[in-house]
Structures are given as C-alpha cells and as structure tokens.
C-alpha cells in the first residue's frame, strides 16, 4: 500500500495570500495518478485536480498541482474566502490511498 | 445531472451489520465504477473498494476484506455497501463515489454520505 503523508498539517494564510501544500508518497506513484480535493465542514470532497496537474472541471485556475514520482504539490495562487478547508492527496495507480489532509485556515 | 443518494442515518450495535444504498442517476449507471470512502468523526478519507456495476465484479482494500459486500441491482440503478461484525471504530461518515478515469480513478461525483453510529 502506498502511504500519502501531506504536510503541513494545518495552514494559518490571510486571503490574498498563496498556499503550498505537499503531499509525498512512500513509493513512486505511477503515471502521476495523483488527485487532489477539497473538503468544507458537513460536504463531500469535490475533486481539484487529477493526474498530479489536471484541473477538474469547473475549478478556478488560481488552482495548480505539480509534481511526480513521489512528491507533489497544490498551489493555490491567491487565497479567496471560499478557498478555507482542508485538502487531501490521492494516488490512484495503485489501491487508492489518502492523505491525512492539509486544513488551510484563516489568520 | 448526475446525482448519487444515499440511504438515512443508522445506527447499529457491536457486531451487528449495516448496509447503506446509493441510487445514481443522470448518467449511464453501469458506464463507471462505483466506489465506497468512508470517514470517521474529524479523521481523514479512507478507501474502502469499488464495484463495476456492469459485471458486478469487486475489489476491496485488504483492511476490510471479509468484511465488506458490495453489491448493485441494475434495475433500479443501486449500489449498495454491507458492513459486518461492526466495531465502535466503524463510526463514521460513508460516501459512494463515482469513478472515472485511468487506473483504480479519481471521483468526481460523490453521494451526501451516510452516517453510521456503532454504540452499545
């Protein structure tokens, strides 16, 4: 199984600001199967971006996921108000896997 | 539009079985893979297994194997997910999730989520 360890943890920003989140992977993630989503209190996740770099449709282009092998990154350029949850990782070469979650929270 | 609804609350004693439905609609039912991701109260995802409801063929995490059956009756366009031999630490929120994609998928559309309380 491959384990997802996303960091940091939690995330203080101001909007405006721009956020980093990581996540790394125990072992390469083939073909960059790797997703990212977001979660607000009391909703389903809402997939981000797939395939490390991919955005989903609909979603902003103040979103961005680079990365392969076994490290990626979301960016979110400029933090708006909608943009405060928490974020997961998934690799999907193999049984899926998530990360612990990300939570970016207002300063 | 493509929607997925799940059954109501449950709550269920220690070793007790829960099963909890998913209807889909607004897409070809047995065009995707449905797949089942549960959350326990202020934790993380976690991946339980998927099912193709065109053949009815499964795959299961390793950590629920034995425990899990998923199912489907293409008639009515309805997944369905067994839990058995519940534990308190199957407390927890259960999404169906549509996949799509390459390999095991990403999911782009997901059900309301089922809450399912194991107390004594």
């Known amino acids: 199984e491959i384990v997802l360890t996303q960091s940091p943890g939690t995330l203080s920003l101001s909007p405006g600001e721009r956020a980093t989140l990581s996540c790394r992977a125990s072992q390469s993630v083939s073909s960059s199967y790797l997703a990212w989503y977001q979660q607000k209190p009391g909703q389903a996740p809402r997939l981000l971006i797939y395939g490390a770099s991919s955005r989903a449709t609909g979603i902003p282009d103040r979103f961005s996921g680079s990365g392969s092998g076994t490290d990626f990154t979301l960016t979110i350029s400029r933090l708006e108000p909608e943009d405060f949850a928490v974020y997961y990782c998934q690799q999907y070469g193999s049984s899926p896997t998530f990360g612990g979650g990300t939570k970016v929270e207002i300063k | 539009q493509v929607q997925l609804v799940q059954s109501g609350a449950e709550v269920k004693k220690p070793g007790a079985s829960v099963k909890v439905s998913c209807k889909a609609s607004g897409y070809t039912f047995t065009g995707y893979y449905l797949h089942w991701v549960r959350q326990a109260p202020g934790q993380g995802l976690e991946w339980m297994g998927r099912i193709n409801p065109n053949s009815g063929g499964t795959n299961y995490a390793q950590k629920f194997q034995g425990r899990v059956t998923m199912t489907r009756d293409t008639s009515i366009n309805t997944a369905y997910m067994e839990l058995s031999r519940l534990r308190s630490d199957d407390t927890a929120v259960y999404y169906c999730?549509?996949?799509?994609?390459?390999?095991?998928?990403?999911?782009?559309?997901w059900g309301q989520g089922t809450l399912v309380t194991v107390s004594s």
């Open positions: 999730a549509r996949g799509i994609g390459s390999a095991w998928g990403i999911f782009d559309y």
